[in-house]
């Protein structure tokens, strides 16, 4: 049974770094066919993606956050993790780590960690 | 940078079906992939590729794609069934992934 559990502070300020963690566990991020990566959902909204890579280093981010975001995949240890920088209110959300299907020119998120509660504010 | 909408919300009683609307320019010509989300849950996948069905989802949910419009079908709809549900496709064009902006769905 594959699972995805997101870590990280509950509480940012404003101007600093988010750093999250996503450990996985029941499958390897280096299996093939996969990616892993993060989407986020602000209170009240649907969900926003952010990005997402594969094990031998192909990448995609959203245009809207691709100067802010980066992800980076951990194999040894089985975990991703998404640094996110000059955060604002606007990034209150909740974040999600997610597996991907990329193929035949689509993509679509088959299993999702249960999120972790984002707060930037001073 | 691609849109898709949706009908903020959908009222059904029990038995009756409900369906999802997903409204995109030449969405017909992409994969349309829906999720439901429950209360204080993460979403969940229950539609691929337009009408594929994960393994474990009921036969009751369905896909479909016509013109600019994708829906989500839910028959003999249940309390159970009481959820957000997004639509999702992948943006050829800028290379990300676009949701909907949601429906709500109420069980009488």
């Known amino acids: 049974q594959v699972q995805l559990e997101e870590s990280g502070p509950g509480l940012v300020t404003p101007s600093q770094t988010l750093s999250l963690t996503c450990s996985v566990s029941g499958a390897s991020i280096s299996t093939s066919g996969y990616y892993w990566g993060w989407i986020r959902q602000r209170p009240g909204k649907g969900p926003e993606w952010i990005g997402f890579m594969y094990h031998t280093g192909s990448f995609y981010y959203s245009p809207s956050l691709r100067s802010r975001a980066a992800i980076l995949l951990d194999t040894p240890r089985n975990r991703l993790s998404l640094r996110l920088t000059s955060l604002t209110a606007a990034d209150t959300a909740i974040y999600y780590c997610?597996?991907?299907?990329?193929?035949?020119?689509?993509?679509?998120?088959?299993?999702w960690g249960l999120g972790t509660l984002v707060t930037v504010s001073s | 940078s691609y849109v898709l909408s949706q009908t903020p919300s959908v009222s059904v009683a029990p038995g009756a079906t409900a369906k999802i609307s997903c409204v995109g320019n030449?969405?017909?010509?992409?994969?349309v992939h829906w999720y439901q989300q429950k209360t204080g849950q993460a979403p969940m996948l229950v539609i691929f590729?337009?009408?594929g069905r994960p393994s474990g989802v009921s036969e009751r949910l369905s896909g479909s794609v016509y013109g600019n419009t994708a829906t989500l079908t839910i028959t003999r709809v249940e309390a159970g069934d009481e959820a957000d549900y997004f639509c999702?496709?992948?943006?050829?064009?800028?290379?990300?992934?676009?949701f909907g902006t949601g429906t709500k769905v109420t069980v009488l």
């Open positions: 590729y337009d009408n």
């Open positions: 997610a597996r991907a299907l990329y193929t035949g020119g689509t993509a679509y998120f088959d299993m």
């Open positions: 999702q496709v992948w943006d050829r064009n800028g290379d990300l992934g676009v």
């Open positions: 030449d969405i017909g010509s992409r994969s």
